[in-house]
């Protein structure tokens, strides 16, 4: 028994978890899928009075797609959505992503939202919900409220949310029709932690795009002047050049600064290269 | 607080804390030791189980949340005879373990994957037993042992 003494209470709806939240106070957490934090708990490296078991809220899980958009259930496990047809079909990127999170027992108990609202720097969820503009749906004592990818993670394991508030889905938007995509990471071994992970989006005729980085920064972080150049038409070579500029890199045990640029640029450039040449054989 | 989970067919109840871990009540309260703990963090798979037919790592999961569940563990592999799994006789016939402390949780992760993948490639073995350490480093014939359960013919697979 490595945690400390934490009390267990289950909740079966989500005003049900906010409630138990709202007893228990701040030192509670929420426990999804649990691959982090149990390990977490395990380390002592957080103590929390209460875990609210929040698993059994069916309504949390599952994916539902309508004419414009798919919304991702919180709790959907990591295994659930690599084996949805409609994420395999709609959204691709998650669909390569999330081959990379963890190993197989993990993505069997490991969930979407869990994921996307510890928000670990070096988590691929996160990232390809940014690369993907999705919309987090948010619940709290005062209902709901959505708030966009680009102003949700906010740092090291620091979200929107705020103390109690449960993420309870993510909408993404449909890709527009012949809309290009990539992802790609560089790890030591295989279901590791990346050393530098990239998501890509490019609308058709570059009309847009996003270009994420993750496991570079203290969050998943779009690479702005990489996505101007994309759509300004610039080459391969000129958009994989300026792949971490006004971007803010840490270093970490695996790498250190100037590595994690150089390695964010590689993986920028082979990932357009690649879809150069299927472009190019279309 | 009482749990109560089905395991290795047997209906099992207990009294646990909220942080008692699934593995804690396997061993601890159940006495089914087959199921190892090794990194108490979700790295080394020494402790996988199927939880409702899915391989899972119980040092990650909490006896409480697997009230209700069905849980099999490497004791409910073998006959009750003591007859072994085609899987377990395969990792006996390719020497699939050294010291044996990962080899509980190999063979629970290995079967999850025939039981999803019933002919994997060697490339499938080696990348679905990703989660599971071998510190004796022997997985040239924990893949072996794998490929061999599937019915697969080894020459043709055999690990470089």
Redesign the interface.
Known sequence: MKTNAFAYVRADTVPDALRLYAEAGEDARYLAGGQSLMAALNFRLDEPSTLIDITRVAALRGIVADADAIRIGALTRHADVADSAVITAELPLIHAAIGHVAHPAIRNRGTFGGSVALADPAAEMPACVLALGGVMEIAGQDGTRHVPADAFFLGTYETALAPGELLTGVTIQRPAPGSRWGFAELARRAGDYAMAGLCLMIAPDRRDARVVFFSISDRPVRARAAEAAIIAGASVIEVAAVATDGIEVYGDLNAGIATKRHYASVLLRRELARLDQQEAAA | ?KVTMTVNGATCSGEV?????LV?FLRDTLHLTGTHVGC???QC?AC?VHVNG????S????A??AEGATVATIEGMADADGTLSPLQQAFQDHHGLQCGFCTPGMVM?AA??LAENPKPTEHEVR??L???ICRCTGYHNIVKAVLAASGQDLPAVAAE
């Open positions: 607080m804390e909220g942080r008692t871990l804690s108490d963090t979700s798979g996988v899915r391989a899972v790592k040092c990650t999961m909490l409480a949340e992760s999850a994957l990348h679905y990703e989660g599971n």
